[in-house]
Antibody, heavy 118, light 108 residues
Framework: EVQLVESGGGVVQPGGSLRLSCSASGFTFDTYAMHWVRQAPGQGLECVSAINAIGATTYYADSVKGRFTISRDNSKSTLFLQMSSVGDEDTAVYYC???????????WGQGTLVIVSS | EIVMTQSPATLSVSPGERATLSCRSSQSVSSSRLAWFQQKRGQAPRLLFYGASTRATGIPARFSGSGSGTEFSLTISTLQSEDFAVYYCQQYNNWPWTFGQGTKVEIK
């Protein structure tokens, strides 16, 4: 069974930093691209960042480019999102998501809540 | 950036009835790289369809997806109580991948 478990969320002050982690199990982690998708309270979904299977290619939404860094440790089946210079607009539930082989974001973690507040 | 527009925002339907949700993209989505998700309150989204019309694993046959180019739709043939939720379309043709704003299917 595919499992994605996020951690690292919490309250962070504006301008601060936070690192999210996602521990993956139940599949061959190093053969799948991975994504971070966020959802602000009561709002829709936003693709924040993506990374290919070997970590060589990364993508960022304009809203986080230059502030967030996605990475992965395939030896530990773990995905990361380093967040810096956070602002109110970054308050959201952050989901770790697997990109399925035939297509589509097919497996989602339960999400970790990030609250930016002073 | 491709803008995805869903309609209606809210759909009020009685159990047992048919529901049709629409999704339009601002640019053509090639190879039908269009997905649909269902999200229930307090839960993560669940993939329903990819490639516009290919059901994801475990999705019941009462759900169907169709469309191409810039016009797509999701149909639930006979609504069950567990189908009342918010539905999102998403294009994964061009980065940034973008979602529609969602259609809430509520009990009439």
């Amino acid at each position: 069974e595919v499992q994605l478990v996020e951690s690292g969320g919490g309250v962070v002050q504006p301008g601060g930093s936070l690192r999210l982690s996602c521990s993956a199990s139940g599949f061959t982690f190093d053969t799948y691209a991975m994504h971070w998708v966020r959802q602000a309270p009561g709002q829709g979904l936003e693709c924040v960042s993506a990374i290919n299977a070997i970590g060589a290619t990364t993508y960022y939404a304009d809203s986080v480019k230059g502030r967030f860094t996605i990475s992965r440790d395939n030896s530990k089946s773990t995905l990361f999102l380093q967040m810096s210079s956070v602002g109110d607009e970054d308050t959201a539930v952050y989901y770790c998501v697997r990109l399925g082989m035939p297509g589509g974001l097919d497996s989602w973690g339960q999400g970790t809540l990030v609250i930016v507040s002073s | 950036e491709i803008v995805m527009t869903q309609s209606p925002a809210t759909l009020s339907v009685s159990p047992g009835e048919r529901a049709t949700l629409s999704c339009r993209s601002s640019q053509s989505v090639s190879s039908s790289r269009l997905a649909w998700f269902q999200q229930k309150r307090g839960q993560a989204p669940r993939l329903l369809f990819y490639g516009a019309s290919t059901r994801a694993t475990g999705i019941p046959a009462r759900f169907s997806g169709s469309g191409s180019g810039t016009e797509f739709s999701l149909t639930i043939s006979t609504l069950q109580s567990e189908d009342f939720a918010v539905y999102y379309c998403q294009q994964y043709n061009n980065w940034p991948w973008t979602f529609g704003q969602g259609t809430k299917v509520e009990i009439k």
